[in-house]
């Protein structure tokens, strides 16, 4: 089975920085995409950055310049850096898998870490 736990939000000023990190359990770690989706209270999930096996990477346009997404598949470990932070970034993070075997599709999502951004 597998598992995504995130880790590293918490409370950060504006002009600030995080990483968050989503440790993987189950096999096959490294020929799947990751993604980071983020939800701000009261609307839907949104996607805020994508790594695919090999490392091609995707960026919302609100995270372009700002984060960085990155993978060690050594670790089954997938990271999200983000600087510059602003208030508008204040959402809970989620990181994702989703797995497309052709006659199905499993998708997994982490619990979630919060991320504020405040003075």
């Known amino acids: 089975q597998v598992q995504l736990a995130e880790s590293g939000g918490g409370l950060v000023q504006p002009g600030g920085a995080l990483r968050l990190s989503c440790v993987v359990s189950?096999?096959?770690?490294?020929?799947?995409?990751f993604n980071w989706y983020r939800r701000v209270s009261g609307e839907e999930r949104k996607i805020v950055a994508s790594?695919?096996?090999?490392?091609?990477?995707y960026y919302a346009d609100a995270a372009k310049g700002r984060f960085t997404i990155s993978r060690d598949d050594a670790k089954n470990t997938v990271y999200l850096q983000m600087n510059a932070l602003k208030p508008e970034d204040t959402a809970v993070y989620y990181c994702?898998?989703?797995?497309?075997?052709?006659?199905?599709?499993?998708?997994?999502w982490g619990q979630g870490t919060q991320v504020t951004v405040s003075s």
């Open positions: 994702n898998n989703r797995r497309d075997y052709g006659s199905r599709v499993d998708e997994f």
């Open positions: 189950g096999s096959d770690f490294s020929i799947w995409r």
């Open positions: 790594i695919a096996s090999g490392g091609t990477t």
